[in-house]
Structure formats: structure tokens, C-alpha cells
């Protein structure tokens, strides 16, 4: 009999690499989507399949986290051995605009999660992972490890409402594997990325927005911070070991990163670097300014870039404050060595590989959209 997991956050990054990873092991998978007036499936499509056709493996369903009856009425229909719980408001800066509804979807709703499996008396079959993040560490620097990184012992202090939040979808998770017995997990991830990351995170806002200016299409990229340390890994790594954590004989929580942390400013420096714009920093805080100082003609040209757009001296990074957020985390730095040791779990993407494969991405992107655009496909204006 095939393994059945369902997916809360389906149609986000995480979701859309854990949906296919686990198809290819041969689960049957069913993903909870929320009602929106066009379609937010479109990392997913590609594993669609007709609900006529024999053998159906993926199914969606609609629902939220923020609806309890839903969550039972769902759980006890698909009755999963596995439950991947990474639906949420996933973005740091908007939890200060949406400080309460990231309380409902990020907190109350792991709860829900826990309770529809208890209330159904499931908890001898369903095991539950829990997407919890870097952000509860906060970045406070006296809390990392002898080493200097945070890991699965170090104290939280989460600096924002979505921090706050998940802080509590942690504690509930630890809560009910204690008090009912439950296979419920943490996975402790730092920041993951792929060229399927929402366009508002600050990797993929720094790959979109160097393939537009490489083509000619934006002048400027503007960011918040530059000096903040994150440690970046790929999405497709990260979505195994929350599939691993699952696997074991034991319920625990796993901290998951890379063990290496770099600067914004370093990332944008990167992604530049992969299109052969190398890109130099200037100046302090609100006024620091990056500019153009080299292009590798032979690379552009191969790369179909456009070489005239790209001017020596050219200013391509501004900082904008409104991207400051009201309290940040300045560093984080994760510590795998238990995952790596009792998960067996192994790195496949450095972060180099991680921006080549996010810029070969969105300059493929970009070209296509200016393809559109340049045969007139691209909008129909139907207000006219
Ligand atoms: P995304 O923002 O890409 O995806 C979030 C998913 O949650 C989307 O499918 C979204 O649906 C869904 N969702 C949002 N609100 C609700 C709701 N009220 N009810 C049901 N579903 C909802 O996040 P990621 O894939 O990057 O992250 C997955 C999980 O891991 C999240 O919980 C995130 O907080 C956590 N995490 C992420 C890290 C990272 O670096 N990526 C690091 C550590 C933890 P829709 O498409 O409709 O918006
Ligand atoms: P983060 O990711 O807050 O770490 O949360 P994000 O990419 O939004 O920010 C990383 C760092 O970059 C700085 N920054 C900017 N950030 C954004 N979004 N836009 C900008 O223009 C910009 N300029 C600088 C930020 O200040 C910050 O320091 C992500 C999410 O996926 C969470 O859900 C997850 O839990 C954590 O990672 C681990």
C-alpha cells in the first residue's frame, strides 16, 4: 500500500518540491489550497493530474489553515500516515503589517493541525512535520553555540510577529509529541531558496531583478539591509530532510542549514558575477550604492545580454529604508552537524551552485517575457 502524506502550503516553494519528491517515491499526495480568484497553482501544474483518470497520486483540496472544521473533516477523510504542516504567512516584513493573521495562520493553525489528528484519534498513524525557521533564534549573538552558530540547544528570541508566532507552532508541536505521544517533529530550517522562492524574498528579488537590468529591461535594483548574514541553501535539499525527519524510529526536532552564512550585499555581488557584471560597493548605510565596473563582453554576448545597456559606472543598487524592517535579524548561521549525523543528511547545492541555478532561471524568464512582449503578446488591456 502506498504511503499517503498530505501538504498543508502545497502551492508554495516548499510545498511544490516536497509534492514531487514524494510522488517519485511513490506516496499518494494531497495538498490543501486556499480559494483565490485565479489560479496560485503554477508551481504545481506540471504534476497535475485529470481526477477522471485511473491511479490518481496527487489531489487538491480546498481549505485553510485558519478553519478548523475543514482541517478535520479533510483529515479524517485522507486519514495520512504523513502530515507536512508548511502552510503559513511566510514573509518577515509583512508579518509586522498582518501581525494578527500570521498569529492565526502561523500559531493557531499548527495547533489545529495537532488537534484534528488527536481529536480523530489518529495520533498512533499520522506523524506530523512542522515548518519551524531560523527566525526563532532572532540572530541574538550571546545565544549561538561554542562554535558560533545556533543550533538545536540554543535559546529563541524572535524579533518579529511571524517569529513570534511560529514560536508558538514549535512549542505546540514539542507539547503534544510530550503530553499524547505524538510523532511530531520540528524542522528548524534556515532560509531556503530556488528559483521557485517567492519574488518578494531577497534572493529571488536580487536573480529577477539582475536578469531585467543584464537585458536592458530595469535600471535599478533598490533593497533594505545589505549587511544582513543569512544562511542560504537550495529548497530541493531542504525539502529531504523534512521527508528524513519523518523516517526515523524516534520523534525529534532537527536543525537544518548549511553552516555558512553571507551578506545580502555578497548575494547580489554573486548573482551580477553569473551574468559577467562585476558589480562594486560604495558608500554607508542609506547612501551605500552599487555600481557597474567590469562586463565580461565575451560572457554577455554568449548569454544574449544586452552589452549596450550596460554602462561602466552605472549605478544598479540603491537602498531604499522602506525595505528596513522595525526590528531585524542581523545574523544567522545554522549548526547541521545533528542532522548531518543522524539523518545521514547531505548537502547537493553550495551557494554558488544555488545562484547559478536561480539566475539561468530568471534570465530564462525574463527573456521569455520580453519575447512576449516584443511580439505583442504580452497584456491585453481589457478595460479599454
Ligand atoms: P511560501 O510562502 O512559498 O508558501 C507558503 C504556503 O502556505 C503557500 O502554499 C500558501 O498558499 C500557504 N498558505 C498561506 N496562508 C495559508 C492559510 N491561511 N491556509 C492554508 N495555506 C496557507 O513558503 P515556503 O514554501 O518558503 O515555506 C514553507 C514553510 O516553511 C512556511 O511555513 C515557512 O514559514 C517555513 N519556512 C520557510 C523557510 C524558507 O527559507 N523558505 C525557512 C524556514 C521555515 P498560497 O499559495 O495560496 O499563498
Ligand atoms: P527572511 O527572508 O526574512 O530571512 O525570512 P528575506 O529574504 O525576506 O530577508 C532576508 C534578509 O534580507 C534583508 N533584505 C531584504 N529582504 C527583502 N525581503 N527585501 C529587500 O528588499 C531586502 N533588502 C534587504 C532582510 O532585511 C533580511 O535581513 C525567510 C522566510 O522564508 C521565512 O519564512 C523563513 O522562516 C526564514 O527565511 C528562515
Known amino acids: 500500500?502506498?504511503?499517503?502524506?498530505?501538504?498543508?502550503?502545497?502551492?508554495?516553494?516548499?510545498?511544490?518540491?516536497?509534492?514531487?519528491?514524494?510522488?517519485?517515491?511513490?506516496?499518494?499526495?494531497?495538498?490543501?489550497?486556499?480559494?483565490s480568484s485565479l489560479f496560485n497553482t503554477d508551481r504545481i501544474d506540471h504534476l497535475y493530474q485529470d481526477q477522471h483518470e485511473e491511479g490518481v497520486k496527487l489531489t487538491l483540496h480546498?481549505?485553510?489553515?485558519?478553519?478548523?472544521?475543514?482541517?478535520?473533516?479533510?483529515?479524517?477523510?485522507?486519514?495520512?500516515?504523513?502530515?507536512?504542516?508548511?502552510?503559513?504567512?511566510?514573509?518577515?516584513?509583512v508579518s509586522f503589517d498582518s501581525p494578527e493573521y500570521v498569529a492565526n495562520v502561523d500559531g493557531m493553525g499548527t495547533l489545529?493541525?495537532?488537534?484534528?489528528?488527536?481529536?480523530?484519534?489518529?495520533?498512533?498513524?499520522?506523524?506530523?512535520?512542522?515548518?519551524?525557521?531560523?527566525?526563532l533564534y532572532g540572530g541574538m549573538p550571546e545565544n549561538k553555540n561554542e562554535k558560533g552558530f545556533y543550533d538545536e540547544n540554543s535559546p529563541f528570541y524572535p524579533r518579529s510577529p511571524y517569529g513570534v508566532a511560529k514560536i508558538y507552532g514549535f512549542w505546540i508541536t514539542k507539547n503534544y509529541r510530550e503530553a499524547y505521544d505524538m510523532f511530531a517533529c520540528n524542522g528548524i530550517l534556515f532560509n531556503h531558496e530556488s528559483p521557485l522562492r517567492?519574488?518578494?524574498?531577497?534572493?529571488?528579488?536580487?536573480?529577477?531583478?539582475?536578469?531585467?537590468?543584464?537585458?536592458?529591461?530595469?535600471?535599478?535594483?533598490?533593497?533594505?539591509?545589505?549587511?544582513?548574514?543569512?544562511?542560504?541553501?537550495?529548497a530541493k535539499d531542504y525539502i529531504e530532510a523534512m521527508w528524513l525527519i519523518l523516517q526515523q524510529e524516534k520523534p525529534e526536532d532537527f536543525v537544518i542549514a548549511t553552516?555558512?552564512?553571507?551578506?545580502?550585499?555578497?548575494?547580489?555581488?554573486?548573482?551580477?558575477e553569473e551574468l559577467g557584471i562585476a558589480v562594486e560597493f560604495s558608500g554607508k548605510d542609506d547612501n551605500e550604492k552599487g555600481v557597474i565596473i567590469d562586463v565580461d563582453q565575451e560572457k554577455a554576448k554568449?548569454?544574449?545580454?544586452?552589452?549596450?545597456?550596460?554602462?561602466?559606472?552605472?549605478?544598479?543598487?540603491?537602498?531604499?529604508?522602506?525595505?528596513?524592517?522595525?526590528?531585524?535579524?542581523d545574523l544567522?548561521?545554522?549548526?547541521p552537524t545533528k542532522s548531518k549525523e543522524k539523518l545521514g543528511w547531505k548537502l547537493k547545492?553550495?551557494?554558488?551552485?544555488?545562484?547559478?541555478?536561480?539566475?539561468?532561471?530568471?534570465l530564462h524568464l525574463t527573456k521569455k517575457d520580453q519575447y512576449l512582449k516584443v511580439g505583442g503578446y504580452q497584456t491585453m488591456n481589457y478595460f479599454e
Open 1 to 35: 500500500m502506498a504511503k499517503v502524506a498530505l501538504i498543508t502550503g502545497i502551492t508554495g516553494q516548499d510545498g511544490a518540491y516536497l509534492a514531487e519528491f514524494l510522488l517519485k517515491k511513490g506516496y499518494e499526495v494531497h495538498g490543501i489550497k486556499r480559494r
Open 62 to 93: 480546498y481549505g485553510d489553515l485558519t478553519d478548523s472544521t475543514n482541517l478535520i473533516r479533510l483529515v479524517q477523510e485522507i486519514q495520512p500516515d504523513e502530515i507536512y504542516n508548511l502552510g503559513a504567512m511566510s514573509h518577515v516584513k
Open 112 to 135: 489545529r493541525i495537532l488537534e484534528a489528528v488527536r481529536i480523530l484519534g489518529l495520533q498512533k498513524k499520522t506523524k506530523i512535520y512542522q515548518a519551524s525557521t531560523s527566525e
Open 198 to 234: 517567492g519574488e518578494t524574498f531577497v534572493t529571488r528579488k536580487i536573480t529577477r531583478a539582475a536578469s531585467k537590468i543584464a537585458l536592458g529591461l530595469q535600471n535599478c535594483l533598490y533593497l533594505g539591509n545589505l549587511s544582513a548574514q543569512r544562511d542560504w541553501g537550495h
Open 259 to 272: 553552516g555558512v552564512t553571507t551578506t545580502v550585499r555578497e548575494f547580489v555581488r554573486m548573482s551580477f
Open 302 to 329: 554568449e548569454l544574449g545580454l544586452n552589452v549596450d545597456a550596460l554602462k561602466m559606472g552605472q549605478t544598479i543598487v540603491k537602498v531604499d529604508p522602506k525595505y528596513y524592517r522595525p526590528t531585524e535579524v
Open 332 to 335: 544567522l548561521l545554522g549548526d
Open 349 to 362: 547545492y553550495d551557494l554558488p551552485a544555488l545562484v547559478k541555478d536561480m539566475i539561468q532561471s530568471d
